[in-house]
């Protein structure tokens, strides 16, 4: 099994920064994509952000230029950097991640449980 366990969200005032971390763990083969998607009441869950094992990186029209997606391969572990942050962008963020776990040769989708980002002044 493979778990996702987020860290990192919080109050922020407008125009403030937050990092978001993610680290899978448990009996894992490989990590492929790994992303974060966000919630915010009442709407759907949205893609924030995803990369790739090999560093290539997608952004949502809304956070490009503010935030910044990375990743430790080693650690399992990837990242959210974000800045400039606006009310808007509160929301619940959810680390997701397309994984092999070492029982089997399929990949399946993860998710974590999800942290609460504010930007309220």
């Known amino acids: 099994q493979v778990q996702l366990v987020e860290s990192g969200g919080g109050l922020v005032q407008p125009g403030g920064s937050l990092r978001l971390s993610c680290a899978a763990s448990g009996s894992i083969f490989r990590v492929n994509v790994m992303g974060w998607y966000r919630q915010a009441p009442g709407k759907q869950r949205d893609l924030v952000a995803t990369i790739t094992s090999g560093g290539n990186t997608n952004y949502a029209d809304s956070v490009k230029g503010r935030f910044t997606i990375s990743r430790d391969n080693a650690k399992n572990t990837v990242y959210l950097q974000m800045s400039s942050l606006k009310p808007e962008d509160t929301a619940v963020y959810y680390c997701?991640?397309?994984?092999?776990?070492?029982?089997?040769?399929?990949?399946?989708?993860?998710w974590g449980q999800g942290t609460q980002v504010t930007v309220s002044s």
């Open positions: 997701h991640a397309t994984a092999i776990p070492t029982t089997t040769n399929l990949a399946y989708n993860y």
